[in-house]
């Protein structure tokens, strides 16, 4: 695997692409600029890695956009050392890009295939998330809960209650619900009752799937 200077170049196009479309928040430029997207990807697409478009990856999933990564992580505001759960963690390179925010990364990936190869592989590039799971995104981490943000990489058909309830007051859940497009949400817990939402727009993922294979 290597990382050319041909490659660095086209990471700065593609942030500038980014900040073209509304992204304002440098720290998550920065991230996109320093991770190599094309490591988290089949060879044949190589060339294609730094262009703002979802890609196929392992087990009929795919790498999102790259607006869209940069996008869910502006919402979640993270500061450093913020407790972040991830629901599904495909390629690993939205879960780098948290590493990269300085959050403690949770992350939970439904598909045994991608589970094992990401976590080898996030390991051989330096990312170290703080827990990696085979499981049920629907139910989230309760033994690690309260999480600071939580982060859904699918679309959901609804908004699963126990990542509502696994948010500290203050915490954020990004999340796209609907079939296709998916209308991007963000909840805001404001206190042990109540959550505050708002709606971002359309957004294409791939579904969310229940209970782990």
Do not use: W
Request: proline share 6%.
């Amino acid at each position: 695997m290597k990382d050319t200077t041909r490659h660095q170049g086209k990471r700065r196009q593609l942030v500038q692409i980014l900040k073209d479309k509304g992204i304002t928040n440098s720290l998550v430029l920065k991230a996109i600029g320093k991770i190599p997207r094309h490591f988290f990807m089949d060879s044949s697409f190589e060339h294609h890695a730094y262009q703002d478009k979802a890609f196929p990856i392992a087990a009929d999933q795919t790498i999102s956009q790259p607006y869209t990564v940069a996008f869910q992580s502006e919402l979640l505001e993270i500061e450093k050392g913020h407790n972040v759960l991830e629901i599904g963690t495909g390629s690993g390179y939205q879960t780098a890009v948290l590493c990269e925010l300085g959050a403690k990364v949770y992350s939970i990936e439904r598909q045994q295939e991608l589970y094992k190869k990401t976590k080898l592989f996030l390991t051989k590039l330096g990312y170290r998330p703080r827990y990696l799971s085979f499981g049920d995104g629907y139910k989230g981490l309760p033994e690690y809960a309260p999480f600071d943000s939580i982060i859904v990489t699918a679309g959901a058909p609804f908004v699963p209650k126990p990542l509502l309830a696994q948010l500290k007051v203050g915490g954020k859940l990004v999340i796209p619900v609907g079939d296709d497009p998916q209308i991007m949400h963000r909840y805001i817990r404001t206190s042990a009752t109540s959550f505050e939402k708002k709606e971002y727009g359309e957004f294409r993922f791939v579904p969310l799937l229940e209970d782990k294979n």
